[in-house]
């Protein structure tokens, strides 16, 4: 009897851990302290989806996920993450989070940016092999390497050049400061724990004709070239 009352348990047990459903996990992961909000979620956490998952206001599709069994041995969640077929692109990477850190582990792929740096004229940044960890509040690990798509016309000037560059901790911040192959052209990024950011856009050399209708926009002209700044949260 007692031997039946111990196979019973651990049947029960090993059900629940196979099934268990990945809502309740995400819950636990608490996404939206990541930024991240879905409409729909199902399935367990070892082969589950979510549908019309969004990083603030900007929509990023549906994902296959799957949680990796190591790190609940030790209290957190590593939920691995893959986008379907998406008119974006391929992104996919390891959402973090527990003892008191949380974040993103080798995020690579292409992610959509207008609605979420608007009126910074860039429309999309790839990651590659990008990791952004944060702790207690504090930026903890931050590398990797993002490229900005900019791909907007404005006050006549056409900018389709790719800006690269490194992620970092800065303080308690994220850092990322891409630039053009000519150094004209640059962007900075500064991310924070809770979500808020600072962007830098600065253009280097332009006729004054063009700064002059760049002005007209939110650009002004300075000691270092033609700067747009703004601050948002994601």
Same mark, same amino acid.
């Given at each position: 009897?007692?031997? *039946?009352?111990? *196979? ?28 991240? !909000?879905?409409?729909?979620?199902? %399935?367990?956490? *070892?082969?589950? @989806? ?6 603030? @206001? ?6 296959? /996920? ?42 690579? %792929? ?11 004229? #860039? ?22 390497? #993002? ?6 016309? +404005? ?11 490194? /992620? ?5 911040? /994220?850092?990322? @400061? ?5 150094? @004209?052209?640059?962007?900075?990024? +500064? ?24 002005? +007209? ?8 070239? !033609? ?8």
């Amino acid at each position: 009897m007692f031997r *039946w009352i111990l *196979w019973t348990a651990a049947a029960g047990i090993a059900l629940l851990v196979l099934f268990f459903p990945l809502r309740l996990a995400l819950d636990a992961a608490d996404l939206p302290k990541l930024g991240l !909000t879905a409409r729909a979620v199902s %399935g367990s956490i *070892w082969d589950g @989806r979510i549908g019309d998952l969004s990083l603030g @206001r900007q929509a990023l599709g549906t994902f296959d /996920v799957q949680l990796r069994p190591g790190p609940l041995l030790l209290g957190r969640t590593a939920l691995r993450f893959q986008r379907r077929d998406d008119l974006q692109g391929p992104l996919e990477g390891t959402l973090r989070s527990g003892g008191g850190s949380h974040g993103v582990e080798q995020l690579t %792929g292409r992610l959509a940016t207008a609605s979420l740096l608007a009126p910074v004229p #860039v429309d999309a940044l790839e990651f590659r092999q990008v990791t952004i960890l944060f702790h207690d509040g504090a930026c903890m690990k931050a590398e990797g390497e #993002v490229s900005a798509a900019a791909g907007a016309r +404005l006050g006549g000037l056409n900018l389709t050049k790719a800006l690269t560059g490194p /992620v970092s901790c800065e303080g308690q911040r /994220v850092r990322a @400061r891409l630039a053009s192959e000519t150094g @004209r052209e640059t962007l900075e990024v +500064l991310l924070s724990e809770n979500g808020r950011y600072r962007a830098f856009m600065t253009l280097r050399g332009l006729p004054p004709t063009v700064a002059a209708g760049l002005g +007209l926009i939110g650009f002004q002209n300075g000691p270092e070239g !033609t700067s747009l700044s703004m601050s948002g949260a994601l």
